[in-house]
């Protein structure tokens, strides 16, 4: 949706199996940037969303990603930001 998700999503199938990966991702009426499925029971999925023009251009982003991280965590889910500005900065940390 963004080259900023699309390189950190390629990031991440270069250095995790690239099957535990999924892109935009639909969960309980959400659109999750970036799923992590570990497939090992006991560890939830962890939710990777990245901010990106739309988030930046969001009047209520801040909204939608307060109710989206209550509704995944009760379900679970971890959830895991990955600012561009950090991003950009030092690649290898967000990706660790």
């Known amino acids: 949706e963004s080259p900023f998700e699309e390189e950190v999503y390629l990031a991440m199938i270069s250095n995790l199996d690239e099957n535990r990966i999924i892109?935009?991702?639909?969960?309980?009426?959400?659109?999750?940037?970036?799923?992590?499925?570990?497939?090992?029971?006991?560890?939830?999925?962890?939710?990777?969303?990245?901010?990106?023009?739309?988030?930046?251009?969001?009047?209520?982003?801040?909204?939608?990603?307060?109710t989206r991280q209550k509704v995944l965590e009760s379900k679970g889910w971890s959830i895991y930001r990955i600012w561009s500005t950090n991003w950009f900065d030092n690649p290898r940390s967000e990706i660790k």
């Open 23 to 66: 892109p935009q991702f639909q969960f309980a009426g959400f659109r999750i940037d970036i799923v992590y499925d570990p497939q090992i029971k006991g560890i939830p999925k962890i939710a990777i969303e990245c901010d990106g023009a739309a988030y930046h251009s969001s009047v209520s982003a801040r909204d939608n990603d307060i």
